[in-house]
């Protein structure tokens, strides 16, 4: 595993607006590539993906709910063209929790994007952060995830 440092291409994936409050830390150090939130990334200079803002709550939900499974393979064969496009080194976003079925689906579409391009040959570090919970509120199964890879 490569450390972490702003001489690494790197791309944050996360389901709600408000998620990179919990990696500001990180986002600021790495300047990392990807409106409250757009207006925060902005200033950290970050530009958004080809999936960003892709779908609201409502319309993930509805999906879910509907079986539309092919949106969310979509997403993830994009983020998979992304990541190898954009040389990306490592990834971060959303932990599988069991608080929000969209956060756990981002989680998915991550670690099917990075599954397709590592069977390519391109192989890209996978991080996970829980975002329903504070570090220190979260339970011990959880808190064994946070920033571990993944993949």
Sequence with gaps: MRPISRNHRS??????????LLVYNWLSLVKSRLHRTTSIL??????????YGRLTDAEAYSA?????????????????EALVLNRIEYIVGDAIEGFNPVHDICRLIINAAVTKVCRMGYCVD???????????DAPKAMTDIVCVVST
Excluded at 13 to 20: F, K, L
Excluded at 42 to 51: C, D, H, Q, V, Y
Excluded at 64 to 80: K, P, Q
């Design 42 to 51: 902005n200033s950290l200079g970050a530009r958004p993906g080809s999936i």
């Design 126 to 136: 996978n991080f996970d952060v829980v975002p329903a919970y504070k570090p220190d």
């Design 11 to 20: 791309a944050l994936v996360i389901a709600h607006p408000g998620h990179e």
């Design 64 to 80: 879910i709910l509907a079986g539309e499974v092919g949106v969310f393979i979509s997403m993830a064969g994009e983020l998979a």
